[in-house]
DNA sequence: TTGTAGGCGTTATCAC
DNA sequence: GTGATAACGCCTACAA
């Protein structure tokens, strides 16, 4: 399979020229006999001729690309970053290679390794620690991210919201430590002196989560709930579905509110509270994170804010 | 801003051995002095040498690309496809570089000649036609595409379906002209003796379209439509969500069927009949396409049959 | 208009 | 263990 590829000096010879004539009639330099060019390019697609990217990109500085590393591609929270990454890189003439660890911390250490040689920056999603490489890294959506949201603003944004609504027993639907926002939940509550303690969160199984799952088991322990925050849309929407089906009405019987802001929620009935997220804009700061690394400036840390967008779930 | 990048000849010097030295440390080669390696590492860190990949590609042939354009990656139907892309093209190594064309044609072309320099080969869900380079190329999601969808075979499970729960006004919210579907839907329509023509076919207003729109132009047509097949799921979701705030139920008022099998589907109310696609498959074929191309085996067209997946909605 | 020389940054090969 | 030297495929000069 490896018949070592067709290159200018194969097309030279085959076309009795010099690689240099080929190489002109290949970029369409003007210095050249039209009926010469004409032939050098028939030879060339004749011997399927293709010029090596690396070639060229050592010779002349080739093209900036930004590797991107998500965790999960068909999550509908990640489509709307990846959109936000590509329009900016687009605008600057970058290309994007994108990657997905599947919410496995073995793929994404794995993907990082192998992204590391091929891109100029990288642009990550992380679960796990960052490497240690000499890589330009933007690390986005965690505690501590250069890119990252204010989770404890939305949190209390969610809560003053149910809380005017007159709820007072809320339970949390979080994603299991360390990626959970329990910690501002149980904090803003006791602030706000609600009657909850850390037995009204519940964690899902994994972060990829079931929040129909969840959301049975709060009702198990705290029948009683009138009001939920879940981790993000995802587990929101399993959980008010889940809610539906044991014939609650929502809102009146159990309120719902999410994190993100995806599009989804509106499909739901009714359409689904959430704390939101801008999400393209996330993954455009982080291309110009990644373009003042690879100035050699300093990243600066960015907060993004949420907003809340009721709907009828709550 | 082009400070030129520091390469292992800056290194050799600094650390006062040779280039071919440092590329020994660099790549954990055996043969070398434990204590060299350590201090040609050191260096390397202090003068933030990166790798070119480009030299590297080229002296040992490098990390084999497939460039990845799709119409929109916040359209639900692509991340599935992504999805499968990337999967399959992780299994081989190789990496993915994703562009979106946003639905422009323009937009389109621009990024096929762009990707066409950097990548080994396309996989391209395109709107336009497909380009004359020699670039291998697997077109795949339309008419005539290297990997495509039987249509036809679809709209009859469609209209099987449909016929079977006793419904006979059938109308259609399509894509307009060369995308949708009108034809088989007409000409099935018409084997199976519904009364219906020409004037059920609805065209939405573009490739991004507003089925909720397209629902009421066909209802002021024909009001007593008692069935609807939309050109895809995300038109199907906006004509059923239509339909439900004009106070029709559903299915018993109007049922409802969409194509391509999304995930949304299942959050509606009732949850959508559709005719699946298997879009990861369709990835995963696509990559199991370039392959071959790569190895010049000349590419054979493949067929993905479709499965109708029965909901609440009909 | 065309051909020849040199170099881009890296790795492989072979001396030392 | 280390260092010259020669590729890899291409492009930019400059010479013919």
Redesign the pocket.
Known sequence: MEK?????????RAA????????????D?????????RRVLEVARELR????R???G???SGTITVGLLVREVVNPFFPELIAGVLAAADERGWQVVVASSENDERREAAAVRSLANQVDVLIGYLMGPAPEDGLPLVVIGREGADIDVDAEGGVRQALDHLIDRGHRRIGMLDLPSPWGRREPFLEYARERTLPIDAGWVIDTESVDPDGGTAFERLRAVHPDVTAVLAYNDVIAVGAQRAARRLGLRVPEDCAFVGFDGLTIGDLLEPPLTSVAIDKRRMGELAVEQAERLLAGTPADRIILETTLEVKGSS
Chains 1, 2 share one sequence.
Do not use: C, M, W
Request: glycine share 4%; no cysteine.
């Open positions: 070592r590829q067709v290159t200018l000096k194969d097309v030279a009795g020229v010099s690689h240099q004539t080929v190489s002109r009639a290949i970029n330099k003007g210095e050249i006999d039209p009926e010469t060019r001729y293709r010029p090596s690396f070639a060229r050592l010779v002349s």
